[in-house]
């Protein structure tokens, strides 16, 4: 199981990942990346589909502000850092 | 370290398009400029991770391609020949008893008036490959930028990265280098449609997919060995040169440090874009304010502000407000 948040305080919001990996991230109003999967709580495991696409995200994200755990973040994007 | 002793009325750190549209207008206000940019190219964020994409928010294009606004905004800022300091990041700034700021990069000691930041959200780097013993080949024949095409002439290049630039490095090179494989740890890439087609008709050889496990040589890279992703099965290629393209990370590194009023990762100004140090500004991404709005076009707005400010700090007799710019080109174009 893999899991996935994105850390809004640092998040540049250039949207890399919205492009990389639509089935994952989009925007919030502000423009920050979102994890559309569970409100960006981090507590919603991703599809194995998706694993390719979310490796992808995480590589380009510039600002290293999306987060991947095999545990669930339960709403904390820096509970693991 | 060499030491350039010319004290510039206001240097910019950041070559971004706020920065470079400051260094424009710090050219209509009759200031000479220099602009200290960390990467080897200008145009920030959109040359660095979207230059194809299109920005619909600048005022008077409809739409325009992010690249070729940083061109546009390259020949309006030739003008005024401003000088300009590529791959160099400021590490420390500090202001001497005579008022004059001593900046201090990696290569370079600059000195000016005034400083203008628009950082944006920081310098951007580009990722490093991460593997043992690679700091050994920094310097070496590993790049992650190419300046210099005709370098790789007769070479044998591998190229690692799945995106838009690392398909148009290989592209590039085919051509030029003796042989090229690109290499990517998945069979899918991110690149433009076309590009990939490109690719396909093209000589390079892709290898996917696979990453790097292990680089071979004594004073350079002669060999890199491969792993499939999720599999067994390894290859060993026998190269001239390895070029990454792996991206950017960005961090707002040592401008924290400066002594700089910050408020969650930007720099606080007031209306005149004044910092907490006098003679130095902030504009664009990286400042904040009461109602700040991140976007190029409020940052454009900013600049002016930024440079009239700074304009009135270093001469006090000289207006905040400038003469309208028709006036401004005519007089100079009258001298030259």
Partial sequence: ?81 | MSQNDQVFDITIIGGGPVGMFAAFYAGMRQLSVKIIENLPQLGGQLSALYPEKYIYDIAGFPKIRAQELINNLNEQMRQFNPTICLEQSVEQVEKRPDGIFKLTTNADIHYSKTILITAGNGAFQPKKLQLDGIENYEGRNIHYFINDLNKFAGKRVVVFGGGDSAVDWALMLEPIAEHVTLVHRRDTFRAHEQSVENLKKSTVEVMTPFVPTEFIGKHQIEQVVLQQAKGTERETLDVDAVIVNYGFATSLGSIKNWGLAIDNHSIVVNSKLETNIEGIYAAGDICTYDGKVNLIATGFGEAPIAISSAKVYIDPTADMQALHSTTIMKEKNTKA
């Avoid at chain 1, 990942?17 to 981090?42: E, W």
């Fill in chain 1, 1 to 81: 199981m893999k899991y996935t948040i994105v850390n809004k305080e640092t998040c540049i919001a250039c949207g890399a990942c919205n492009d990389i990996a639509p089935d994952i991230f989009n925007h919030d109003r502000k423009g920050h990346s979102h994890v559309i999967l569970d409100d960006n709580q981090g507590t919603a495991a991703v599809p194995e589909d998706f694993y390719d696409d979310l490796e992808d995200a995480w590589d380009e994200c510039p600002s290293g502000s999306i987060k991947v755990a095999d545990k669930p973040f339960d709403g904390d994007a820096e509970k693991f850092d």
